[in-house]
């Protein structure tokens, strides 16, 4: 489960940021989830309750964003949602290799206290 790694890292990113600011608390974090990303969301959610025990972030809420994929198109110059796993133009039919969102996988925003 490559989630844990994930979570281990996202963590390390919001404890070194809430130290920065002095913080004792961390009571949420938001992770931005692509849909190519290759992550499972269940799966950082509970990776996620077992890595933050005994940290300033135990007890915190994590909460997932899910992102769409975005393409663009080169014939029409328009971007566009491609639900499934071909990202082809609605508008025109062409086929698109020009991922504009939904591969990433990012520490979005922080609350602490």
């Known amino acids: 489960m490559h989630?844990?790694?994930?979570?281990?890292?996202?963590?390390?990113?919001a404890l070194d940021h809430a130290a920065q600011q002095g913080a004792q608390q961390i009571h949420r974090l938001k992770l931005?989830?692509?849909a190519l990303s290759g992550v499972v969301p269940e799966a950082l959610q509970f990776a996620?309750?077992?890595?933050?025990?005994g940290t300033m972030a135990e007890g915190a809420l994590?909460?997932?964003?899910?992102?769409?994929?975005?393409?663009?198109?080169?014939?029409?110059?328009?971007?566009?949602?491609?639900?499934?796993?071909?990202?082809?133009c609605p508008?025109?039919?062409q086929p698109s290799a020009d991922?504009?969102?939904?591969?990433?996988?990012e520490l979005a925003s922080l609350e602490v206290s």
């Open 48 to 53: 996620f309750e077992v890595v933050v025990r």
């Open 99 to 105: 991922v504009r969102q939904g591969a990433e996988l």
């Open 62 to 88: 994590l909460e997932i964003e899910d992102v769409p994929v975005i393409c663009f198109c080169p014939t029409c110059q328009k971007e566009f949602s491609a639900p499934g796993w071909f990202f082809d």
């Open 91 to 93: 508008s025109c039919g």
């Open 32 to 34: 931005r989830v692509g």
């Open 3 to 13: 989630e844990v790694g994930l979570v281990q890292s996202a963590l390390e990113i």
